[in-house]
Each structure stands twice: as structure tokens, then as C-alpha cells.
């Protein structure tokens, strides 16, 4: 699976976002999809994560309320909606593809990953 994910970034504390992540090759409705940030000096960390068919989804206690993971199948499209955004939100945003249908928060978990799209929230 090739992915490339798109949509980031400046935006103010409070504003809203949608990051897109488009993919290619193997049969993308296949795998579990999730996102994954990474701040400078920071370790990368589990956003949100969705199933095969979209029927589970899946957040980091810090986005809950906030952000939203979907995908279109039909489209080979995984997305993530940010409201409310923060200033701890900042980071670089990576879309990954699980191994199997379903979705971890590991993210050895996911052999697939996009180059990452960047996201900047000015207080």
C-alpha cells in the first residue's frame, strides 16, 4: 500500500482541519487504517485508528471529542477530522495501514506508512 497524506497546515487554537490520506496498491479496504503524530523530540503516538469496513473507531484519550477518523473505501481515502484544535496538537501527521482488518495503537502494528503532513496551531 502506498499512501500520501495531505491537508495540513497553520491554523489558530480553535480552528478546524481536514487531513485526507489517499492510497494506492494493494487493496486499501483490506486493512485497519490510523493516524499517528510526531512533535519535534517527541516519540511518534497513536491519533486514531479505524477498521476495515469503518464499523470501529478508536482515539487517544488526549483527541476524544475532538477529532474524527473516517474513510471511503470506495474512494481509497482515510481521513481525520480536527476540531478545536490546540496548541499541543501540533505535530507532524502520519496515515498508516495496519497488517490486518483491524486497529491497534502500536504502531509497529503498521507496516505502511505516508510521509507525513505537517500541522501547526498558533495560541
Known amino acids: 500500500v502506498q499512501l500520501q497524506a495531505s491537508g495540513g497546515g497553520l491554523v489558530q487554537a480553535g480552528d478546524s482541519l481536514k487531513l485526507s ?9 483490506n486493512n485497519g487504517m490510523g ?32 477529532f474524527t477518523i473516517s474513510r471511503d473505501n470506495a474512494r481509497n481515502t482515510l ?6 484544535l490546540k496548541p499541543e496538537d501540533a505535530a507532524t501527521y502520519y496515515c498508516a495501514a495496519h497488517r490486518h482488518g483491524f486497529a491497534g495503537s502500536r504502531p509497529a502494528e503498521y507496516p505502511y506508512w505516508g510521509q507525513g503532513t505537517l500541522v501547526t496551531v498558533s495560541s
Open 21 to 29: 490520506c489517499a492510497a494506492s496498491g494493494r487493496t486499501f479496504s
Open 79 to 84: 481521513y481525520l477530522q480536527m476540531n478545536s
Open 35 to 66: 493516524w499517528f503524530r510526531q512533535a519535534p523530540g517527541k516519540e511518534r503516538e497513536f491519533v486514531a485508528g479505524i477498521t476495515w469496513n469503518g464499523g470501529n473507531t478508536y482515539y487517544a484519550d488526549s483527541v476524544k471529542g475532538r
